[in-house]
């Protein structure tokens, strides 16, 4: 008998002892997306689900970003997680560029025309409305995506690093 609990007691001990931090504070409980745009989210109606907006950005307009006057396209996810429909309206500089009605458990890709009024480094962005209709609305701003793949005829070149020679 003696022989039998010996290892049922090392494996219990063993269980309790690895299971020690399970569930607090986890690295992943906090994560953020590895994408370039803007997230964001809010309660639907009566608090019940989320109204989502994933990778919120500018398309990459090459090398020289955009000039004030041009028509940059942007792009967003929007996620309805809410038992009910929603619309949602998203503006720039107080013009509506984009509506949309989003079923429940829904999502659309969607897409924008703006009419930029100032020019757009690469590193820059503009702001942005998402108004959830009967909710409220939330500002963004939203980035110049980096580009999809490397440009045609784009040479990237590195700094030399002190002491790189002979690698």
């Known amino acids: 008998m003696k022989r039998s609990i010996i290892p049922t007691l090392a494996i219990a001990a063993t269980f309790a002892l690895s299971a020690c931090g399970t569930g607090m504070n986890s690295q992943t409980a906090e994560m953020v997306a590895p994408v370039a745009g803007v997230s964001l989210e809010a309660k639907g ?5 989320l109204l989502q907006v994933r990778n919120a950005a500018l398309v990459y307009p090459g090398p020289q970003g955009f000039k004030s006057g041009v028509e940059a396209t942007a792009r967003a996810w929007l996620f309805n997680s809410t038992p009910f429909e929603q619309a949602v309206v998203i503006r720039y500089q107080n013009q509506e560029i984009k509506r949309a009605t989003i079923k429940s458990g829904g999502y659309e890709r969607a897409e924008m025309k703006l009419k930029l009024t100032q020019d757009v480094s690469n590193a820059g962005w503009v702001p942005v409305t998402f108004e959830w209709v009967g909710l409220g609305a939330q500002e963004a ?8 793949a490397p440009q045609a005829g784009e040479k990237i070149e590195l700094p030399a690093e002190p002491g790189a020679e002979g690698h």
């Open 141 to 148: 701003q939203l980035p110049v995506a980096p580009p999809d």
């Open 45 to 49: 109606k009566d608090g019940q689900g």
